[in-house]
Every structure is written in C-alpha cells, then in structure tokens.
C-alpha cells in the first residue's frame, strides 16, 4: 500500500510539471489565453497536493512506525494497568487527537498555499489570512474531535468485540454519517457561512416549477453569503429528510442570468431526486467494511483477543492502513461522484429541454472559477470528483 500510494502523489506532482497542449474540443468553447491562465493556477495546485501528500505520508510512517510516540502515549495508557474496557478508550482518544493535531499542522502549509495564497493570486479569494485561518482551525478542531471520539471508540470494540468489532465499527459510522448528513446544513455549515433563505421572486417561480416537473417537494432553498470569502459560483445539495435544502451561492444568483442558474437549480434537483446523499452516505460506509475486513486478513492479530502490545500496535496500524487506503481508493470515490453528477446532468437536461443554455453556463461557470475544463488524465481519473466541463459539454451536444 505504501508504494502505491506514493506512486499516486508523485504522479499527482509530475501532472503539474509536465507540459500541457490545448485540445481541439477546448478551443472549441474556451481561447487560448483562458486555457493558459486555468492551467497556471491549476498546476501548482496538482504539484502541491502531491507534495502535501508525500510529507504526510513521511510524517505517518514517523508518527506509526517510531517507538517514541508509544512511548509518549503509552503510559497514559497503562496508568488503569493492564488493558481494560476503560483503558482502550482513553489509548484510542488520545491517539486519535494526537494524530489528527499532527496532520493538520502538517498540512497547513499546502493547505494555505492552496486555498489561500493561490486563490489570491488569481483573484478568486476575497478574506484576509486571518479569517481563512480562522476557518481552517475551525474546521482542524471539529476533526480532533471526530478523529478522538472515533478512535475512542474503535479502540473500545476492538477490545471488547475482538471478533466482531468490524461489524461494529461499520454499523455506528452508518449510524454517525447518517446523522450529521442530516445535521450538516443545521449545525456545521453555519459555523463557516452565513445562510438566508430565497427572495428572488423569479428564482423562487422557477423553484417551484422545476420542482412541480420533477415531482419533488421543495421545502428550503438557501442563499450562501459566498460573496464574502469568494469570486467563484457554485450551488450544493445536502440535508436528509427533513433538513434536505438547496443552496445557492450569492455569487451565482448575482453574475449568472436566470436561464443559466435554472440548469444549476435543475441539476441539484436531480441530486435530490436520485438520492444521492444517502446513497453516498450508504457507499462510504461500504467502503469502511472493506478496509476493516482487509485490515483483519492482513493483521492476524486483529481476529484475537488483545493484550495491551497487541491492542496498541494494532491501532497505530490501523491508522495508517485507513489513511492509505483512503488515498489510494479516491479513484473509486471519484468515479462514483462523478456517476451521480452524470446522472444530475443528464436529470436537468430532460427537465429543462434546452441543450444550448446548459452548454452556455458549463462555459460561463467555467470562465467564473478559472477551472481546468481538461484536467490531466491521472487527475481526472484520480481526483476529479465531476465530469470536466469539456465531458459535461460534449454529453450535452
């Protein structure tokens, strides 16, 4: 696993590097001077996430494979002696904090350079360093608190279910992805954003038609206060049942003509009609099993009952198979989302009937947020999570 996962960040990096050309179909839609402005900010994007990769990776093999950092931990560990039912937990909730307060120092240089400073450079951001700093250690916090819970937790199962803790572990992130998928629009999107409902008169006519023809019921549309940290235009769905909303970026409502933000509208309408979030939710959770069984078939001792050396091995080790397993199986993650973003695309042009106008605003939106409309082939293969604006364009033709 390490040797394809590195061989996946060197290639993320060699795709920034390597020379590119503009295809005949891009000429077709975008000028030259266009194409070579995306590609300036889209590939020193590519080289830093490879690199960011490379030196987490290197900064996981120290933090999993270095007798220091049990050293640390260990103690506070046996301090209830031998391995208990009360002393899993406490091992797990502080290896999982301290894994995740290491990687988000770790990561905070590419994670600036990337969504700040090259975002300024090319004009799309509009905050200070300090409030995007601000929001990335909002965002560092909820994941110390996830990663030390959920590590609370695994530790807890594997001590006290060795033989079904897989099961286990898979069933409470069903349980948990459930539940914050329904809570993310309630109680973390406004901690980053602020949110109004929709006012726009004629908007709100094509809301409810749109949604008449797809045979929904749209209960919330929502309005991003985008304009204050960004230039780009976009829109999202998320929610389940009852907290299932469709929101808008101000920025899109404010530069895109009603015909353009009516495709935008209809495509997170076939989102909502497909049930893409449960089903997303529903395939992570697959994908959680298929780590944890690969796991136990390959650490013989993951089957067992545990001794404290055992338990403690076992998930320093665990963290990393997760975290490389995770990077090295994007691609499918990719293929899904793009999957359900095929199908969106392919909802609003049978809903809307007008080829031409969705074509128009692939174009627009693309020239918006300076987007690579023809990304390498290993980044749109390993990375892309939609179709690129030239597959969206040709799909519509």
């Not at 909730?93 to 969504?115: I, K, R």
Request: aromatic share 14%; glycine share 6%; charged share 15%.
């Amino acid at each position: 696993m390490w040797t394809v996962a590195l061989a996946f960040a060197f290639l993320c990096l060699l795709s920034g590097i390597l020379p590119r050309k503009a295809s005949q179909e891009a000429l077709r839609y975008f000028d030259a001077g266009f194409l070579e402005r995306s590609w300036a900010r889209a590939n020193p994007a590519y080289v830093n996430s490879g690199l960011s990769a490379l030196v987490s990776f290197a900064a996981l093999y120290l933090f999993t494979r270095s007798s220091p950092v049990s050293a640390r931990i260990g103690p506070v560990f046996r301090l209830s002696g031998d391995v208990s039912s009360r002393g899993a937990p406490v091992f797990g909730l502080l290896l999982g904090a301290l894994a995740s307060a290491l990687f988000t120092l770790v990561s905070l240089p590419f994670s600036a350079y990337g969504g700040y400073f090259l975002e300024k450079a090319f004009g799309m951001s509009r905050i200070s360093f300090g409030s995007w700093l601000l929001d990335y250690a909002k965002g560092s916090l909820l994941d110390l608190v996830a990663h030390g819970v959920g590590g609370a937790f695994v530790a807890w199962v594997m001590f006290r279910f060795p033989r079904r803790w897989h099961i286990i572990a898979t069933a409470a992130f069903l349980a948990v992805s459930v539940v914050m998928s329904a809570l993310y629009p309630l109680v973390i999107a406004p901690i980053f954003n602020e949110f109004h409902p929709l006012e726009d008169v004629a908007l709100l006519e094509e809301v409810r038609n749109l949604s008449t023809a797809a045979g929904l019921q749209v209960d919330q549309v929502l309005v991003m206060n985008a304009s204050a940290k960004t230039a780009r235009v976009n829109a999202y769905f998320a929610g389940i049942g009852r907290t299932r909303q469709v929101v808008l970026y101000d920025t899109l409502i404010e530069t895109r003509p009603l015909h353009e933000i009516r495709f935008v509208l209809a495509h997170e309408l076939g989102h909502w009609r497909h049930g893409h979030v449960m089903w997303g939710t529903l395939l992570s959770a697959l994908g959680v099993l298929v780590c944890l069984v690969l796991f136990r078939m390959a650490r013989p001792e993951a089957r067992a009952s545990f001794r404290y050396s055992d338990l403690e091995n076992c998930l320093l080790t665990l963290f990393a198979f997760i975290v490389l397993f995770s990077y090295i199986s994007n691609p499918v993650s990719c293929y899904v989302s793009r999957s359900f973003e095929k199908t969106a695309d392919a909802f609003a042009l049978s809903l809307t009937q007008d080829s031409e106008s969705f074509i128009r605003s692939q174009v627009n939106i693309a020239k918006s947020n300076l987007t690579d409309v023809q990304p390498p082939p290993f980044i749109r293969w390993f990375a892309w999570t939609h179709p690129t604006t030239l597959e969206r364009i040709l799909a519509a033709e």
